[in-house]
């Protein structure tokens, strides 16, 4: 169970995603760097955490063409993060030239695809024109994503125990994870940690629920033992 809970750390500076990682326990979870955290304050951050013994899981969704997404993957590996994603919408030649940059690297990130955003409904993806249920196009992506080498993909939890059947090998990494008690937010295809675990995801990614909490590392210790409970079969 140890680091299964990737904090997400949705800020606007460095100073206040070290401020909340230095309330955390590195051996307890691991971090994810985000596009506005990143954006604002670049690679330093991610060395910084690191430097603090947290494992960074580089949130930037890479979706350009093969060549582009290829050379910033390599940029990322040597930047020695621990997970890093991109979007399996942008196809099998874009996920390969990935996977074929990073495997060229002496130190190998995680490369996982993100399939459907946990905010998108079947509205939403009507909007984009793709005319099928979010579970179906998932599915798709997903079996995609492992033709093309990927070690994970991103999905929501409810999605989680259809991929878990069709792709064993694959590790399953769910946002849109709120405890019982929270705010669904912007996010609409949600579950609980204890609903997530059960589904078969590896990785929970949670957000506000420990960022915004008063006392973050109690938070946390209460979603563990929730997990903990549902993972001996009580909760």
């Not at 206040?16 to 307890?28: E, G, K, V």
């Not at 951050?45 to 890479?62: I, P, S, T």
């Amino acid at each position: 169970m140890t680091a299964r809970i990737i904090v997400a750390l949705d800020y606007a500076d460095a100073a206040q995603a070290i401020h909340l990682a230095q309330r955390l326990d590195p051996t307890r979870c691991r971090l994810k760097v985000g596009k506005e955290l990143f954006t604002a304050s670049g690679p330093v951050v991610v060395e910084r955490l690191q430097a603090m013994g947290f494992a960074v899981f580089l949130d930037l969704k890479f979706h350009d063409i093969p060549q582009t997404v290829a050379r910033a993957s390599r940029a990322a590996a040597r930047l020695g993060v621990w997970m890093m994603n991109l979007h399996a919408s942008g196809g099998g030649r874009m996920m390969a030239a990935a996977r074929e940059a990073i495997d060229q690297e002496s130190h190998h990130p995680l490369l996982i695809a993100v399939t459907v955003l946990t905010s998108m409904d079947e509205e939403g993806l009507r909007e984009i024109g793709v005319f099928t249920s979010p579970l179906s196009q998932v599915h798709r992506l997903a079996n995609l994503a492992a033709h093309s080498g990927m070690d994970g993909v991103v999905c929501s939890a409810q999605e989680a125990a259809v991929l878990r059947q069709a792709h064993p090998q694959l590790l399953l990494v769910t946002p849109g994870i709120r405890p019982a008690h929270s705010a669904a937010d912007d996010q609409r295809r949600i579950l609980t940690p204890a609903q997530a675990l059960r589904a078969g995801a590896d990785h929970l990614v949670i957000g506000r629920p420990i960022t915004a909490a008063a006392d973050p590392a109690g938070a946390l210790a209460d979603i563990l033992a929730e997990m903990d409970r549902a993972s001996a079969g009580g909760g």
